[in-house]
């Protein structure tokens, strides 16, 4: 069964620094968009940073300069460094993997994958 595991949650001070890792068992990593959420309790879950199998990044503009998403293809690992961390930081993490458009040979579909989330609390 494929997993994603999460760690490196934490409670930071203003404008220090913390670095999440998600380790993914599984084939999938192999041709999956990584990704890292967050939620707020009451607010949707949004997208905070990502990167495709070549290593094409994507950041939300709140996060930009600050956060670093990387990816080890050995090691199945997925990371983000998060630098100048805020308040507004504050929330539950959560990895993905995104299987885009992939299929088994059966032709069924690969379906995303989310971590079970990491708490980060940044405090003022």
Known sequence: QVQLVESG??????GG????????????FT????GWYRQVPG???????SISTFGITNYAVS????FTISRDNVKNMAYLQMNSLK???TAV??????????RYSD??????LWGQGTQVTVSS
């Open 93 to 102: 993490y959560y990895c993905n993997a995104d299987p885009g458009r992939r």
């Open 9 to 14: 949650g934490g409670l930071v001070q203003t």
């Open 87 to 89: 308040p507004e930081d």
């Open 63 to 66: 996060v930009k300069d600050r």
């Open 43 to 49: 607010q949707q879950r949004e997208l905070v940073a």
């Open 107 to 112: 032709g069924r579909y690969y379906q995303p």
């Open 17 to 28: 620094s913390l670095k999440l890792s998600c380790g993914v068992s599984g084939s999938i």
């Open 31 to 34: 041709f999956a968009t990584m």
